[in-house]
């Protein structure tokens, strides 16, 4: 026998499970949203010192964040060729310098490239520097 009460609930449960649902849902989004990557960029300082100059692969985000990092230099020309490999793990929250390369100031071009992986995702930066215009 099914009285009036029994007639409300049976008509609400699927109502409630729907709206149960929908909060779950809700808050896997909120909960996704929130995990996302700082913000994160990458640049390369070049700093002149006399007869050097000095190369600095820099990375910067908006909170915590660690990756691996990858920073070329290359050259060619001149008195020689250089082809300079740095890399390896990094943590950073704000700005962090990477490393730095010394280098000979007197002309030569030179190519630098940055690649900064954290998070599943890839940021690369590049300069040339010095040489002839």
């Known amino acids: 026998?099914?009285?009036?009460?029994?007639?409300?609930?049976?008509?609400?449960?699927?109502?409630?499970?729907?709206?149960?649902?929908?909060?779950?849902v809700?808050?896997?989004v909120q909960a996704v949203s929130a995990s996302t990557d700082p913000a994160l960029t990458c640049e390369i300082r070049e700093t002149a010192m006399g007869a050097m100059v000095a190369l600095e692969p820099v990375v910067r985000s908006d909170g915590a964040v660690s990756g691996q990092y990858t920073f070329k230099v290359t050259s060619a020309g001149g008195a020689g060729n250089s082809n300079i490999r740095q890399g390896g793990g990094f943590s950073?929250?704000?700005e962090t310098t990477l490393g730095r390369v010394m280098l000979g100031n007197t002309g030569q071009a030179?190519?630098?490239?940055?690649?900064?992986?954290?998070?599943g995702r890839t940021v690369e930066c590049a300069e040339r520097i010095g040489g002839a215009i």
């Open 1 to 24: 026998m099914t009285t009036p009460h029994t007639r409300i609930a049976t008509r609400l449960l699927p109502l409630l499970l729907g709206l149960g649902a929908t909060a779950i």
């Open 26 to 28: 809700a808050g896997a």
């Open 92 to 94: 950073a929250d704000g």
């Open 110 to 119: 030179y190519e630098a490239r940055l690649a900064l992986t954290a998070g």
